[in-house]
């Protein structure tokens, strides 16, 4: 019997939910299924690469995914004359990192804003959005900018494939995470509201678990795993920042290995 890998890379697959225009589904496995035939594909990291990434573009920074923060990426920014974002801890008070509030912060008073292009690196968000490139357009929602992402795709001709990025657990194992359930059904919401119908069955529990979890989103996401992990590393504030609901118009579109504002 084949495996659902290979299943899900067949034109006749179920993983592949193509009787549907608004799809859904977790982490790069979930992606690649999904993302045959669409006309755009919605990466959804909430805490914190595809928040940072609406805040950088909303300072007009030209941000370029990169999957791991090593020699290569310090090589791949010095191609770019960009910025190479460092660890939380590394980059401190002044520094820039994956955080949002650095980003905020470098945007408007540091060296940021004089370069005006950062490589961001990031295990999840990043490394889905860089294996898509070229093969379909691929989009940046997080709670900020869901509102907006979920009207310019309603505007596109073909299905949308919305892609919640979760987590690795050791040994590169998926860990959904529940903040990018959220995003992902914040988009299809928006979506919904524009006037899209065709959803599949994923698709609608993740605009219901979005919509359920709206009146309390940002101490559910202080309380949810991921966030709690943050705030016991000390990077709590960042919370208050992806959970800006509807803050951002920008839409962050990958452009030549680049996220820029649509």
Do not use: H, K
Request: glycine fraction near 10%; proline fraction near 6%.
């Amino acid at each position: 019997m084949p495996s659902v890998s290979d299943a899900a890379r067949s034109r006749t697959s179920p993983y592949r939910q193509g009787l549907s225009s608004v799809r859904c589904d977790w982490g790069l496995s979930g992606a690649r299924a999904i993302s045959g035939g669409a006309a755009a594909v919605v990466v959804v990291d909430v805490l914190s690469f595809t928040t940072t990434v609406s805040v950088a573009v909303d300072a007009g920074i030209t941000v370029y995914p990169y999957r791991f923060r090593d020699a290569s990426a310090a090589a791949f920014a010095a191609s770019r004359s960009a910025m190479l974002a460092v660890g939380r801890r590394e980059a401190g008070a002044t520094g820039v990192s994956l955080s949002p509030l650095s980003i905020r912060r470098a945007a408007s008073t540091g060296t940021l804003a004089r370069v005006g292009r950062l490589v961001l690196p990031s295990p999840n968000g990043s490394t889905i959005a860089r294996a898509l490139e070229g093969a379909v357009p691929v989009v940046a929602a997080c709670l900020r900018n869901a509102p907006a992402v979920g009207r310019w795709l309603a505007r596109l001709a073909g299905p949308v494939a919305v892609v919640a990025a979760g987590e690795r657990w050791p040994g590169d194992l998926l860990r959904p995470a529940v903040e990018d359930l959220w995003g992902a059904g914040a988009v299809i919401a928006g979506l919904v509201d524009a006037g899209v119908t065709g959803l599949s069955p994923e698709a609608t529990a993740a605009e219901a678990a979005f919509r359920v979890v709206l009146p309390t989103l940002r101490p559910s996401l202080a309380a949810c795993a991921s966030g709690q992990e943050l705030t016991l590393d000390g990077y709590g504030p960042e919370i208050a920042v992806a959970a800006e609901y509807g803050s951002s118009s920008a839409v962050p579109v990958l452009t030549d290995g680049a996220f820029r504002a649509a």
